[in-house]
Nanobody, 123 residues
Framework: VQLQASGGGVVQAGGSLRLSCAASGRTFTPAVISWFRQSPGKEREFVAALTWGGNGKDYMDSVKGRFTISRHNAENTVDLQMNSLKPEDTAVYYC?????????????????WGPGTLVTVSS
């Protein structure tokens, strides 16, 4: 499985960015594809998840109402639309995929990761 993330950049507080994660190689269901992020000196944290074979979605509390995760089936791509960005959203964002639909908030459960994409939100 290969994952390729794109869409990071620099934006002012209150702005928007859209991250995309393209998956290729082996496919399987059920599965979960998620976005995580990591800031300097902090542990990698869960941001949002989407069940690959269904419509389940999950978000960390601080991004609910601001971020939306969605899938483009034909393109095997998952997007993360990020609105009303805050300086504390600044981090390297990673997409990851795993089989099964349990404990999807734990990064240790994910064997496949894409390279990170940097999001910087200036105040």
């Amino acid at each position: 499985v290969q994952l390729q993330a794109s869409g990071g950049g620099v934006v002012q507080a209150g702005g928007s960015l859209r991250l995309s994660c393209a998956a290729s190689g082996r496919t399987f269901t059920p599965a979960v594809i998620s976005w995580f992020r990591q800031s300097p000196g902090k542990e990698r944290e869960f941001v949002a998840a989407l069940t690959w074979g269904g419509n389940g979605k999950d978000y960390m509390d601080s991004v609910k109402g601001r971020f939306t995760i969605s899938r483009h089936n034909a393109e095997n791509t998952v997007d993360l639309q990020m609105n009303s960005l805050k300086p504390e959203d600044t981090a390297v964002y990673y997409c990851a995929i795993r089989e099964g639909v349990t404990r999807w908030r734990a990064p240790q459960q994910y064997p496949w990761w894409g390279p990170g994409t940097l999001v910087t939100v200036s105040s």
